[in-house]
């Protein structure tokens, strides 16, 4: 039986670990082509021929990466059906009067900045090829139930959101969905030690959760899987907490 992403082609950024990774392999698993975008080379290769997948180096701060993205996909396959913005970054959790602009610079490049442009250089690509298309962005519960601590990277979630459901809206007559994936912190993951402060805060943290326990890769790729599929089809400007009832 096909899978539920068959014939569809994928980008995938921050595809080489975490929860990038999770989602890059549920996609190969449904039967997506799916390229692995990843600023860290040796990491996203390794995962790229680990999956079956492409991979193109990309810093998703820079729009010249993703013109070279839009470029690699068009040669490659002539399509694009789905855009998984995963790349993220923060910084240690701690007072906000001890934020640098150094920090929030950062957070803001790649956590908002490259949403801008991977909306404004791809969204005319697909246009201009006429198929439907779905945008998911992993925001986080931080840009949906912000807590002291991380207070300008809850507030780059919070953009991301805000503008998803904006562009959910706009282009719908194109059959272009926006939607975003706003999980828990994933423990394990690459920065799951800035969020929570320091290891001993884990348990604390779970406390919160009423399910018991952190977000994991496949909980994400899960539920991008389906928001990529065409069972949402009529689905945009949604966001999907995937946080075990933590912002009940």
Same mark, same amino acid.
């Given at each position: 039986?096909?899978?539920?992403?068959?014939?569809?082609?994928? !980008?995938?950024?921050?595809g080489?670990?975490g929860?990038?990774?999770?989602?890059?392999? $549920?996609?190969?698993?449904? @039967?997506? $082509?799916?390229?692995i975008a990843?600023?860290v080379?040796?990491?996203? *290769? *390794?995962?790229?021929e680990?999956?079956?997948?492409?991979?193109? /180096?990309t810093?998703v701060?820079?729009?010249?990466?993703?013109?070279?993205?839009?470029?690699?996909?068009?040669?490659?396959?002539?399509?694009?059906?789905?855009?998984?913005n995963?790349?993220?970054?923060?910084?240690?959790?701690?007072?906000?009067?001890d934020?640098?602009?150094?920090?929030?610079?950062?957070?803001?490049?790649?956590?908002?900045?490259?949403?801008?442009?991977?909306?404004?250089?791809?969204?005319?690509?697909?246009?201009?090829? $006429?198929n439907?298309?779905?945008?998911v962005t !992993?925001?986080?519960?931080?840009?949906?139930?912000?807590?002291?601590?991380?207070?300008?990277?809850?507030?780059? *979630?919070?953009a991301? !959101?805000?503008?998803? /459901?904006?562009? @959910?809206?706009?282009?719908? #007559?194109? #059959?272009?969905?926006?939607?975003?994936?706003c999980?828990?912190? @994933?423990?394990?993951?690459? +920065?799951?030690?800035?969020?929570?402060?320091?290891?001993e805060?884990?348990?604390?943290f779970?406390?919160?959760?009423?399910?018991?326990r952190?977000?994991?890769?496949?909980?994400?790729?899960?539920?991008?899987?389906?928001?990529?599929?065409?069972?949402?089809?009529? +689905?945009?400007?949604?966001?999907?907490?995937?946080?075990? @009832?933590?912002?009940?």
């Amino acid at each position: 039986m096909p899978g539920r992403l068959e014939g569809k082609v994928a !980008i995938v950024t921050g595809g080489g670990g975490g929860f990038g990774k999770g989602i890059a392999q $549920k996609f190969v698993e449904e @039967g997506a $082509k799916v390229i692995i975008a990843d600023f860290v080379e040796e990491v996203g *290769k *390794k995962s790229a021929e680990e999956l079956g997948c492409e991979f193109h /180096r990309t810093d998703v701060s820079k729009r010249e990466d993703w013109e070279s993205i839009k470029k690699f996909v068009d040669e490659k396959f002539g399509r694009l059906d789905v855009v998984i913005n995963n790349a993220g970054t923060t910084y240690r959790n701690k007072p906000t009067n001890d934020v640098t602009d150094e920090d929030f610079d950062k957070v803001f490049a790649v956590n908002v900045k490259a949403i801008y442009y991977s909306a404004n250089v791809l969204v005319p690509y697909i246009q201009d090829k $006429k198929n439907q298309a779905s945008f998911v962005t !992993i925001a986080s519960t931080a840009g949906i139930r912000p807590r002291p601590g991380l207070t300008w990277y809850n507030a780059s *979630k919070a953009a991301v !959101i805000n503008a998803s /459901r904006t562009m @959910g809206v706009e282009y719908a #007559k194109d #059959k272009i969905r926006f939607n975003t994936v706003c999980p828990v912190v @994933g423990l394990g993951t690459g +920065l799951s030690d800035f969020f929570l402060g320091k290891p001993e805060n884990e348990k604390t943290f779970l406390a919160t959760v009423p399910m018991g326990r952190g977000c994991t890769p496949k909980d994400v790729a899960n539920t991008c899987a389906f928001l990529a599929s065409d069972e949402a089809e009529f +689905l945009t400007g949604v966001d999907i907490p995937v946080d075990g @009832g933590r912002c009940v």
